[in-house]
């Protein structure tokens, strides 16, 4: 095997040094290529994240395969504006200059993947790898082996298998790859990983995307939303058991709400529950035993168990959890400070929901704060005095379907953001291009030092053109202030 990484990383670096990567025709034939493998292996995507993790086919398709088509439409239509040199204003130092910015591939880019999204998450940042023009490396998740083996065995029928290649393994190919020196390492996984990941890449100085975790909440102003509550109720459940059973980093973790609106909020979440989220099939399973385990520990703890107020139950046998609320568990225990990643909602309440902006401040920094509110005073404050990856306000995870807007963490949830351009973005160099001629020389930038030269490097810093003027004309006598 260690043979075989070699070779890969070795061919991937060729096929980039050769430069067949970075021109526009390339970059399409391949953005198209992926296209083509996504309508044709549709129902192949679908049947492998049903074996991966019990998606529903539309979940599937909602999620991963048209997802992904959408990202790379955009990607094909934008292409050529994202490639082109962006021509900037140059300010008075730099006159006369043109300048402008463009964009260069960073070489050969290793890119990690979770499980939860096995194809969608493998593929999304491999789309803004391509159109920028790198060759790559893509380690999908062991966790999900069906996803990980439809990559290995397909990209290479649709991609430039020189300069693309899928890499599976566990965490001992994972450390062998960190080994090697990349132009980038772009990683979506647990914040744990995410510092081995950094450290490895610290070594080559390579330049990292962590794209991790965390805690997202859910803050629900229910006297704002009283008339749109049954709005508010769907988007929420779907956010949460709707969204692969809660397995994803942008799924609602906990909600807060106002004591008085516990009552309600718990019905109305239990009538939804029965009516959308009971069949196997419309739930997605748990990933594997082991997170089955953790799942389950989180509500076995006594303290915890006592706060479960709908579901709770377990069948081990088919890795399916119900849905289940709890009402304020402590909040020291496992489940309020471990990201969920599963079915399990808490609720948290306040005496007032104002009170949730001190309660998240008080806390690491999220990968998204979602608020379901009309009250434009609190939507004004989540946004000036929290932190976090990003807001929504009035709907859960579906932001993550702008290609328009950057995605990513901030603080424990990571940093570095993509999609759309920004995926774009996240694999270019921006390199800053200056173009001179060889008219106006200004002595007044070399020695021998004098006042006046000074005086007149103030000047242009400042704009002044008067005083500029001026002091050509030899108007203006220059201060040795
Ligand atoms: P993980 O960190 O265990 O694994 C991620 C990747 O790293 C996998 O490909 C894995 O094989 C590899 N890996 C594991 N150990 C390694 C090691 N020692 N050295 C090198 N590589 C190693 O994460 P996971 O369990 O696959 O995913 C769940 C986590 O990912 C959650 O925390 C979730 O919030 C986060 N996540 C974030 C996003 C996002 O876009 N921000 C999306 C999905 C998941």
Redesign the pocket.
């Known amino acids: 095997m260690a043979m075989d990484l070699e070779r890969v990383v070795q061919e991937a670096r060729e096929a980039f040094e050769s430069g067949g990567t970075r021109s526009y025709f390339w970059r399409r034939s391949q953005l198209r290529a992926l296209k083509d493998l996504l309508h044709e292996m549709e129902t192949a995507i679908c049947e492998t994240l049903n074996l991966d993790l019990g998606k529903h086919r539309v979940e599937a398709y909602r999620d991963e395969a048209g997802f992904l088509i959408k990202s790379v439409d955009y990607a094909l239509q934008n292409l050529k504006k994202w490639m082109s040199p962006e021509k900037v204003s140059v300010p008075l130092i730099g006159f006369p200059t043109t300048s402008e910015v463009v964009p260069e591939p960073l070489g050969v880019v290793l890119i ?6 096995p194809i969608g ?1 493998s593929l999304e940042p491999l789309i803004g790898a391509l159109s920028a023009g790198n060759s790559v490396v893509l ?5 999900a082996p069906a996803s990980s083996k439809f990559l290995a065995e397909n990209l290479p029928k649709y991609l430039d298998n020189k300069a693309v290649a899928v890499i599976e ?7 062998q ?2 080994e090697h020196k990349w132009d980038k390492i772009f ?8 510092r ?2 950094m450290t ?1 890449a610290a070594k080559h100085l390579t330049p990292v995307c ?5 805690k997202c909440p859910a803050i629900i102003d229910s006297l704002s939303i009283s008339g749109d509550i049954k709005v508010a109720i769907n988007r929420i459940a779907g956010a949460k058991w709707g969204f692969c059973s809660g ?4 799924a609602i973790d906990y909600l807060i709400v106002e004591e008085k609106y516990a009552p309600s909020l718990v019905d109305l979440l239990r009538k939804k529950i029965k009516s959308c989220y009971m069949r196997q099939g419309d739930l997605t399973r748990i ?1 594997n035993k082991q ?1 089955f385990q953790r799942l389950r520990k989180f509500i076995e703890d006594p303290v915890v168990a006592n706060t479960v107020v709908y579901g709770g139950s377990f069948d081990q046998e088919n890795l399916y959890i119900e849905p289940t609320i709890l009402l304020d568990p402590p909040l020291d225990s496992e489940i309020m400070n471990e ?1 969920i ?1 599963g079915p399990l909602l808490p609720i948290i309440t306040l005496k007032k929901i104002e009170h949730s902006i001190e309660f998240l401040k008080a806390r690491p920094k999220p ?1 998204v704060i979602y608020a379901f509110t009309k009250n434009e005073k609190l939507k004004e404050r989540i946004v000036e005095e929290t932190s976090s ?1 990003s807001v929504t306000f009035n709907d859960a995870v579906i932001q993550f379907a702008l290609d328009t807007l950057p ?3 901030t603080g424990q ?2 940093f570095g953001k993509y999609h759309g351009k920004f995926s774009f973005d996240q694999f270019s160099h921006q390199k800053a291009i200056m173009r001179r001629s060889f008219y106006m020389e200004f002595s007044f930038r070399y020695p021998p030092w004098n006042e006046r030269k000074l005086q007149f490097i103030r000047y242009v810093y400042s704009y002044n053109y008067v005083g500029i003027l001026l002091l050509f004309l030899g108007l203006k006598r220059y201060s040795s202030a």
């Open positions: 990690f993947a979770s499980w939860n999204f998450l380690k999908p998740s062991e966790l393994g566990g965490p001992l190919i994972g450390q790859l960190l990683f979506t996984g647990s914040s744990k990983i995410g081995i990941i490895a962590l794209e991790l975790g965390g397995q994803a980093c942008i990933v997170h990201e990643f990968l990856g995605f990513g963490g949830s990571g």
